[in-house]
């Protein structure tokens, strides 16, 4: 594996997104609200199953939930 | 389209109204009654008149910062985009493989028809492709699509549309379809285009899997090593999402805009309507108790 973050089990946009949260975080107060604003991400969403939707959950705390457990399963194997 | 259906109804008894004073004002009681009729009817269409006026005036300003947001995101897409032209990358004939379609709508309505626009275009392609999987992006499609063809839906997404898209929407979106455990051959992005500020079209835009960019023609143009391929097909998605987001919510605005016009244009018809049909009528009440008075005052000079 080439890249230490793919070995961590995080995709190639979540490397992006914590990548760029640092780079907004380490500007200057005026320029990091609005900055920050941009990074700003609320969504929802549910799986379907055979015409039914799930339960609606948070999509940031699902994606790291995800990553974390891609990232176990690559440590075991 | 909730307006529509609110206004409706009102449109229906204003018609009503029109017919009953003549049918009412022979027990001349009940004209009282129609005439506060017609101008409660008069406030509740000025109310709406306001409201819409309003949503049109915040859809504008929303507009010009989504337009913007817009034509920024544009170059995005289009970069990556010059990628696969480059290479002249060509969707995969899928055997057997299936392709995920990705409806970008919005949570909101009262702006037209272009949610169902983009409802129409992905039941036409279900039409002939009755297998693929659908990950639905904003409620209003959501509920449309869910009805006729919920069965094939992966995945839904709520909590767009509130302000214009970032970037971390479209890379968190991104994030979970690639996490879906089919193999997709490739991946459509239906969203509407931004024509004019009048009109707008449903189209869609494609995103590859890796197989079709590894196998492309031209791909030898380019040196890749093999492990940056799955990131560059995950960057390239969120493009794609980012613009396709981008540019549906810079229609979104534009029509809802229009629609707000239009419904404040109606209202304005009505109420210069109601206007006259309220004092004609409060005129005809007038009359009724002159009428009542002088026969009345004639009787009594007889007796």
Known sequence: ?77 | MMLSRAARPALRAGAAAAARPAALNAPNAATYATLREIEDRLKSIRNIEKITKTMKIVASTKLTRAQKAMTESRSYGQTSNTVFEKAETKPLDGEGKKTLVVVCSSDKGLCGGIHSGLSRKVRRILAEKPDWDLVIVGEKCKAQLGRSSGKNIQLSFAGVGKDVPTFADASAIADQISLLPTDYASVQIIYNKFLNAQSYEAVDVEAFSEEAIAQSPNFAAFEIDDDVLSNLREYALANALYWALAEGHACEQSARRNAMDNASKNAGDMINKFQILFNRTRQAVITGELVEIITGAAASEEG
Do not use: C, P
């Open chain 1, 1 to 77: 594996m080439a890249f230490a973050w793919k070995a961590a089990g995080l995709t190639y946009n979540r490397y992006l997104a914590v990548a760029s949260r640092v780079v907004r975080r380490s500007l200057k107060d005026d320029k990091r609200i609005a900055a920050e604003r941009r990074g700003e991400m609320e969504l929802r969403f549910a799986k379907w199953e055979n015409g039914k939707q799930g339960e609606m959950k948070n999509v940031a705390s699902a994606n790291e939930a995800a990553m974390a457990e891609a990232a176990s399963h690559q440590g075991s194997s």
